[in-house]
Structure formats: C-alpha cells, structure tokens
C-alpha cells in the first residue's frame, strides 16, 4: 500500500471587490470547501467594498491596498477583478513578488502591454492565466 499523500491548498488573494470579485468569491470558497485552496484575503482601493466582501464571503483578511494582500505571506496567487486598465498592473504587481496569476477578460487593450506582462510572468517563473470562460459557445467557437 502506498502512503497518501495529503495535497497543499494553495493560498489564494481577490484583487479587485467589485461584481465579478463575487462571483469569484463565491467559486473559490466553494474550492476551499472541498479542501482544493484557502482563500487568504481580498482587495480593493473602495475599503467599504473589500471589507464587504470579506464580510459576505467570510474572507479573513481584508486590504484598500492590493500590495499589502500580495505581500500576505500565505497568498500564492491571486485572481484580478479590478476594472481592464488595472489587469497588467496587478498581474505586475503579484509577478515581482513570485505570486501567480489568474486575470479576468480583457487582459489589456494594449499588445506591448500584454507581450510585457507574459514576459515578466515567464521570467519570474510563475503561472498566468487570463478567463475566457464563453471560448465554448457555439458563436464564439464560429468567430
């Protein structure tokens, strides 16, 4: 018989609190439960908006400042929910600190943009995803 092996639940952060942060939240608990990740804290330059989220999701760990969440010890990686224009900036952000990525649509509007942050993700050695999660459907998949 072969020793099981207990798998570690990576510690994830939420950048960004607004609706799409919800929906997030509400996936990640539901892995937490499961015993798949732990979710560490959120983050969002409105205080009201992360510690309401924190609130309603029972996040235990609250920022206005997204670098004092990445900086959080047990955050691994972090999924991006802020407005377009902030996505490469806090990919940038957790990338510098060996944090992984995960980044809602459009990663940017801006292909120099997007070419420096896969760069700096590759260099850093670190995992970068953006969500596409309509690639399936029928009318995208005939595009």
Not at 4 to 25: D, E
Not at 42 to 66: G, H, Q, S, T
Not at 92 to 97: H, I, K, P, S, V
Not at 104 to 113: C, I, N, V, Y
């Amino acid at each position: 018989m072969t020793d099981v092996v207990p798998v570690r639940r990576i510690g994830i952060g939420i950048v960004g609190c607004g609706n799409i942060a919800r929906s997030h939240a509400a996936a990640l608990k539901a892995l937490e439960a499961e015993g798949e990740c732990r979710v560490v804290g959120c983050a969002d330059l409105v205080a009201e908006r992360a510690e309401a989220l924190a609130r309603d999701f029972a996040i235990p760990n609250w920022y206005a400042d997204a670098r004092a969440l990445i900086d959080h010890p047990d955050v691994e990686a972090i999924t991006v929910c802020t407005n377009p224009p902030f996505h490469v900036p806090a990919t940038l952000m957790a990338t510098e600190r060996g944090k992984h990525t995960i980044v809602e649509k459009p990663m940017t509007m801006d292909l120099a943009e997007a070419d420096r942050a896969i760069a700096a993700t590759r260099a850093a050695d670190v995992r970068f995803g953006v969500i596409f999660m309509r690639r399936f459907w029928p009318g995208a998949r005939r595009a």
